[in-house]
T-cell receptor, first 112, second 111 residues
Framework: GQNIDQPTEMTATEGAIVQINCTYQ??????LFWYQQHAGEAPTFLSY????GLEEKGRFSSFLSRSKGYSYLLLKELQMKDSASYLC?????????????FGPGTRLSVLP | DAGITQSPRHKVTETGTPVTLRCHQT?????MYWYRQDPGHGLRLIHY???????DKGEVSDGYSVSRSKTEDFLLTLESATSSQTSVYFC??????????FGPGTRLTVL
């Protein structure tokens, strides 16, 4: 089966750093994705990791460890507009390898 | 936004009626997806398509059918809507760089 876990909610302060963790157990692995979703809106793509290590993109970084089935999204210099849900998704290496499996999402609240 | 539109954006219907949701893309992407998003469940794949007339089932396909007669359009049909199908429906495409982009969503309420 496929299982992806994320914390349900997190709270952080404006200007701080927050790390959102994601652990996965899938029948294969062909990439891990992070999305941001503001309330009432569609998810938007943030990052894609397929090899171990850290990918940095401005204030956002994403880390992957395939041996541990673990990823995190790091948000620096938090802004109020970063309040949103963050979705972790895995593409398993299956016969129908085009499918994506999404975690339940982590709702981040940034406080002043 | 990868040129993805969905119609309608909001719909209220009654149990037992047929409903069709449309996803339209302008950039000729091969792969298209239909998801539903519900509190406590996250995004779940209903059906996907890997080309014209080529579709396959996802995790929660029961009660739904799809069609793709043209590259740009992917239709999701609820043959006989039920209250359990009240949800927000997102269409998505996958690019050659393995990024997935979503349409704006359709909020469907089945009374």
């Amino acid at each position: 089966g496929q299982n992806i876990d994320q914390p349900t909610e997190m709270t952080a302060t404006e200007g701080a750093i927050v790390q959102i963790n994601c652990t996965y157990q899938t029948s294969g692995f062909n990439g891990l994705f992070w999305y941001q979703q503001h309330a009432g809106e569609a998810p938007t793509f943030l990052s894609y990791n397929v090899l171990d290590g850290l990918e940095e993109k401005g204030r956002f970084s994403s880390f992957l460890s395939r041996s541990k089935g673990y990823s995190y999204l790091l948000l620096k210099e938090l802004q109020m507009k970063d309040s949103a849900s963050y979705l972790c998704a895995v593409r398993p290496r299956l016969r129908d390898s085009q499918n994506f499996v999404f975690g339940p999402g982590t709702r981040l609240s940034v406080l002043p | 936004d990868a040129g993805i539109t969905q119609s309608p954006r909001h719909k209220v219907t009654e149990t037992g009626t047929p409903v069709t949701l449309r996803c339209h893309q302008t950039e000729n992407h091969r792969y298209m997806y239909w998801y539903r998003q519900d509190p406590g469940h996250g995004l779940r794949l209903i059906h996907y398509s890997y080309g014209v007339k080529d579709t396959d089932k996802g995790e929660v396909s029961d009660g739904y059918s799809v069609s793709r007669s043209k590259t740009e359009d992917f239709l999701l049909t609820l043959e006989s809507a039920t209250s359990s199908q009240t949800s927000v429906y997102f269409c998505a495409i996958r690019t050659r760089d393995n990024e997935q982009f979503f349409g704006p969503g359709t909020r469907l309420t089945v009374l």
